[in-house]
Structures are given as C-alpha cells and as structure tokens.
C-alpha cells in the first residue's frame, strides 16, 4: 500500500476532492441510516406489540375513558385496555419545582394502571405490576429522579403534580394541591411513540382534579396538549375488523350526537408514527415524504462522492500505468492487479466512513432536529449496525474500483517498456458521469426554486382578513384596562381593538352549536369590537347595517344555514335570535390546506371591552419583545397557564408556523442541494484539470500555429459546454415530473412555469463554467515552448 499512498500525497487535489465527496456523503449515509432504522422499528421492542392497537376517530385519535370500558365489554376479542393522557405541569418537590419554564419537557402523563403491562419501558427500580395501582401512585423518569433526588432513593417520596388548567371557566374540579407517592423510577422514554419528553407517568384516575373538568360525552376528550389515546390489547390472533360498525353506531349514540356520525380508526401500535390521525401534538409524528426526500438526497451526495472518486482514478491512469505494468512484470495477474485497486478504493471508503462516523456523532443533535426525529449513533452501536457497517463499506469499495481496476489493467507491460504508451482519453465515461451529476443538480436546484416559491405562495395566499404588522395579546386576569392603557402610549401602536373567541391564525378558533331541526351545525365564532373588525381588513359583500350584537357571516356559514345575501336574522334553533348584520367574503384558517373553508362568523359588540388584544403596529421590529416584557410584569407568576398558548402572537408568524413541514423541506432540499453543489464543482475542478493536463501538448501546438489563447480558451469551455446542454435536456422533463408529483399533494399550490427551469439550469450551467474557466485560462495563456520542450 506505500505506493498507493506515496501517490495520495503526491497528488493533493485527487485525494483531497475524493476524501471530502466521501467523507460528507458517509456522514449523511450514517445519520440517515440510524434515523430511518428508529423510524421503521419505533415501538416493534414491546413484547406484545404486534397486538397492540389504538383506537379513535379516522381523523383523530381520541376516546372517551369512559367510552373505552364499554367498548371493551362488546368486544370479547379484547384482553385489555389502557388509557393514555399527556399534560404539561408543574411537578413540585419540597423546595424545587419543575415548570415548563425551567424545563419545556414538564409532560405529566396520565394513564390506567395496566400501563406497564402493555409496555415494556424498563423500571430501574419498584414493581412494574403495582406501579399504578393506587390513584395516587406515580413513576417518576430516570431524568427527572436524578434532577430532584441525585443519589438518594426516590422510591416512597412525596410529589405534588399541578396541572394546566385548560379554560379560565373549567376550574370546578382543579386541584392545585395533589401529592403523588413515588412507586418507581422508568428509563427514560426513548424509540416509542409516546412523548420522549414525559418525566412523571400518573394513575389517571385523578385527572379532572389536573384539568379542572371531566371529560364530556358532546365533545372530544382532550386538553391544551392533546388528546386522550385508547390502546387495546386484542387476544392472540384476533382483530376488531368485524367490529368497527357497533363500535362505530356505540359511540355515534352515546358520545359524539352532535358531531354526526362516528368513524372507527383501528391503527396498529407500530403503524401509529406515521398514521395520519397523528397530528404530532402529545405523539412523536413521522413524515414517510420527507424520509423520502432525506434518502434520495444522501444517495445523491453518494452517488456524485463515487462518481468523482470513479472519474478520477480514471483520468489518472495515465499516471499509475506504469506501476501496474512493473506489477505484472513482476509477475502480478491481471486478477491481483484489479484486486489491489479495489483495496485501495475500499481502504479510502473506509478511512472516510471512520472521518464520517465521528462527524456524524458530533452533529447528530443538529441532524435530528433537521430530520425532526431522534438519532443517537452511540446507543445504537451493536452487532447488527457494525455488521451493516462493515457490509456497506465493502460494496462501496467494490463498485467504486472496479472500473477504474478495468481501466489500468487493460494495459500491456510491452508497450510499456518499449516507451510506447501513450494515455489519450477521450472521457467518454467521464462525461457521462458529468452530465448525470449535471441533470442531478438542477432538477436539485428547480426543487429548491419550487418549494421556495410553494411556500411563499402558502404564506402570502389570500385568507380573507389582513395579517399585516397585526398582534395579538391575551391580558393576564385583571389586567385589560391597564394594558389598553400601556398600548394606549406605544408610540409604535397605531390602532388597539378587543375580541374574545379566537382568531383566525389559530388552527382550532372557537366555534359555538346551531341546531337546524334534527341537525346540528358548528360555526365558528368571534366576538369582537368594532375597531377589531376594521383592523382585520374583512370584505363585506352585503351590508345590512352594524348594530350591537349583530353577526356577519361568511358566504358559506350562509350556505350551510340555508340562508342568502338578503336574511336578516340569524336563529340559533334554541328559541333566541340576533340580527345579520351582513355577508363577508370567505375567510381561511392561518393553513390554507386545512380541507374545506369553514363557517365563519363574526359578532359586533361596540360596548363590551373583551381580554383579547388586536393591535396594529407600525411594523416596528421591537414591538413584540415590547409587548412580552409588558405581559410579563402584570402577569402572576403562580397563576395557571390557560391553553397553554403564548400571550403574544404575531399573526404573520403564526401563520408562517402553520408552514413548518414545509419550511423544514425547504432547508432539506437546500442543505443538500449546496453540498451536491458543492462536492459537484470539486469533480469538475479535478475532471478540468487532468484533461487540460493531458491536451497541453494539443494547447501549444494550436497556438503555435496561430490560434490565440481567447480561441483556445473557448475550445476547452465548448468541451465543456456541451454535456452541461444535453443535461440541461435531460433534467428539465425530469425536474418536472418530480415537481408535478409533489405539488399534487396541496390543494391550494403553484403553477410551474419555464423561467424555474431556465434559472436553474443557468444557475448550473454559470457555476460549472466557472470552476473550468480559470484553469482553462491558465493552460491558454501559457507559453507554449514550456510544452513541447518537454515532448
């Protein structure tokens, strides 16, 4: 191997090119590998995980506790039932306490006593049969036993759990005062479903005394947080397919009358992260999209890291043919010759799996937040992964020597030694190589103008009310006249408006019942002043006049009442009415894909003054960190946080929020684009150089014969020019259809036009010219005596 890395050294640019296109590509490989396995494998540990399922609403998954008892009893297939709650809190210790302010993960779960029955998350210490069997019994996680109680036994300790109340109006049943018993201590929450972030797992026999109310039968049984999740155990062999209907027609009857009829989702525990009932919110979420797009970008990185070490080892062939030939001389088959290649092509594969690996440790905190999900490469070291590993890096090796193992030893010792040999390439392989690189790249760089522009266009699409430079403030309990006050003197607030209800930049607002005959219909709905609904810039179609009291409905909310432009009273089916005050042009929530418009309507109350600010500032950038600084003194620090919402809200960032998958595409799709980018200019640099290095006899003698060195220079870019036209024609055809495929996913999307396509291939065909040009000047522009000299 001395000679293989006697000509490593010699040759900086070849090693330093291939080392760093392999480095970053294996790096990428290592962290989506370990990604993708937590992915596929999320909860398959449990014992009994394969019969396991939970069971809710086709678009959510929740149920009522209570629900869950009967369901069971109509269905003998199955063995048992656990419930499950999450709920962030304070958790309370003598003199420490635990809020979300310390610690963002403050996740208090709620759930039945059968809980370590069905899973298998393992206790460091207590029994796991009798480790909820009182409602006053809870475990405690490892983190947290170690945060409050360091080296001391845990085990029959005190906690007092508070929750969150979820409505300033469900107080009844809070209970700040709860005192739990420590029965045990589980490892922390990793590879499940269930929130990673949970530090106290209680009996939920006790939760209306955590959320101030109990569970109604007319709505679904959730909090600020999330949702109520039933998990059912069924007998060996059996399913609930046969019983969805009853299940269905049970719960249509008894606990949803007023949302119509009840549709039974029956989801398998190891199917549950990538389910579209889970919403994300008290359960890790998996994206099957963007782990498509994560591994179609690493083996791109990979495929352009293999392709360059493949065009370079054959573009220096030239330069190894010699010692080849000795080899043979001495007696080397071909056999062994094409061997050692493939060595050395695997011992570099290898050196940069290793470079990799501890880049990929290093930055795998980065990854995971990027990727949106756990990657621990330390943890998962075992057998298998080091086998797949060692297996991945051999047949990286292979394919990546193989053909330039072909390529040197075609040649004769003969011609050799005789000084025959001459290394003419025409870079047929090359080429080739460079124009599937280049048609990669821009469909790359058209994928990142699209979902730009995609976003963009989600962002800034029309909702039907104005979001421009709008705040909106939720006044801490007693405080509204003083905040009105304070806004009052802002020299940045140019109007102040009140509401109560909730905006249209939250994705639930409030939403109140009308009963149609038989039928039940919701409507969204807000109360606000009149200087909230001038700020909101809404569109009235019909006017019937503004008084106190009065509603104005979207178009729709018209439609679905059965009403047109000219009703005038609106009948809430319950004996009272109230005055339409007008029609307004269709509002959309702050997610434009959100499914169908829904029905809006506004009430105009011009006496009342409500505890929801709307403020309209200059566009002063301080304003928000103002407006929080303001809440933060008048606010009291022991008082329950309501719904667990942020006092104050931008509505242009709340809406960008609703955009987050896509904005978190959209830095995927630019992370990777700017490193294929990248290890894309490496290759050409390298190709440009020893092809220019091989034509420099052919550069003297033209300009010998007369030609200047601007013709020259434009021969070589032309060389070059070329493959980056056909690849341009190629990519566009390509770049559409990838794109066309993942716009149909949206409801509300772009249009793709030529300039996306034009712009990324310019931006390609400039970048590559570039990277050749200067070398291609330098060759030009040399004396051409220096060259045949040599010859």
Known sequence: MKSYFRFLSRNKLYTLINVVGLVVSLMFIILLGDYTWRQYSIDSWHKNADRIYLVGHQEAFAMWPEAVKSIKDMCPEVEQTCCVLS????????????????????????????????????????????????????????????????????????????GECSSDYAKEDFDTTLVYTISAVVKDFDHTVLPNETQVIANMARYPQLL????????????????????FMLRPGMTLDSKTKNIDNYISKNYHPLMGEFKTSITPLKGVLFAPQNGGKDLVKGDKQRLHILLAAVLILLFFAITNYINLTVANTGFRAKEMATRKLFGSSQMRVSLKLIVESTLMVALSFVIGLFLAVSLQDDAANLFRGKIALLEDINVVSVS?????????????????????????????????????????????????????????????????????????????????????????????????????????????GTYEGGLFNYTFPAAMGIMRGDSFMMLFCTTMDQASFDLLGLKIIKDHGSSNGSYYLTENALHQLGYNNETRVLDFGTGSTAPIGGVLNEIKLANVLEGEVPPFAICIDKHKTFPYFLVKTNGDKKAKAVFLEMVKKLED???????????????????????????????????????????????????????????????????????????????????????LLIAFVVAVPLSWYVMTDWLSNFSYRIALSAWIFVAAGFTCFIISLLTVVFQSWRAASENPVNNIKTE
């Not at 029994?127 to 085990?155: H, M, N, Q, W, Y």
């Not at 030694?417 to 599937?436: A, C, D, E, P, T």
Request: proline share 4%.
């Open 212 to 231: 101030g109310y109990h569970f109604q039968n007319y709505n679904f049984a959730s909090t600020a947080f999330g949702s109520c999740k039933a998990f």
């Open 637 to 723: 620090p022991n008082a329950p946080k309501v719904f667990g919402l942020e006092r104050v809200q931008s509505v242009e960032e709340t809406i960008a929020k609703a955009f987050e998958n896509e904005r978190n595409t959209l830095r995927i799709v630019s992370l990777f684009t700017m490193i294929a980018v990248i290890i894309s200019i490496l290759g050409t640099i390298g190709m440009s150089l020893f092809f220019i290095r091989q034509r420099q006899k052919e550069i003297s003698i033209r300009k010998v014969m007369g030609s200047t060195s601007a013709e020259v220079l434009l021969l070589m870019l032309r060389i070059f020019s070329i493959p």
């Open 388 to 496: 797949v590993s060692l297996a991945f890096i051999l047949l990286t090796g292979i394919v990546s020597g193989i053909l330039p193992s072909m390529q040197l030893s075609r040649y004769q010792p003969i011609d050799i030694v005789k000084g025959n040999f001459r290394y003419h390439s025409k870079m047929v392989l090359g080429r080739l190589f460079i124009i599937l690189q280049s048609v990669i790249t821009i469909t790359m760089l058209t994928a990142t103008l699209v979902v730009w522009l995609q976003l963009n266009h989600l962002i800034h699409a029309p909702r039907g009310f104005d979001a421009e430079n709008l705040y909106c403030i939720m006044s801490p309990d007693g405080k509204s006249q003083t905040i009105g006050k304070q806004l009052a003197e802002m020299p940045f607030v140019e109007k102040v």
């Open 87 to 162: 709920q962030k809190g304070r958790v309370k210790y003598g003199q420490q306490e635990v809020t979300e302010a310390d610690d963002e993960n403050a996740i208090i779960m709620l759930t039945d006593s059968a809980f370590f029955k069905f899973f298998d998350f393992p206790l460091l210490a207590g029994d796991r049969l009798s480790a909820l069997d009182a409602p006053d019994k809870c475990v405690i996680t490892e983190r947290l036993a170690k945060r409050l109680f360091g080296a001391k036994d845990p085990i029959g300790e005190s906690l007092q759990l508070v």
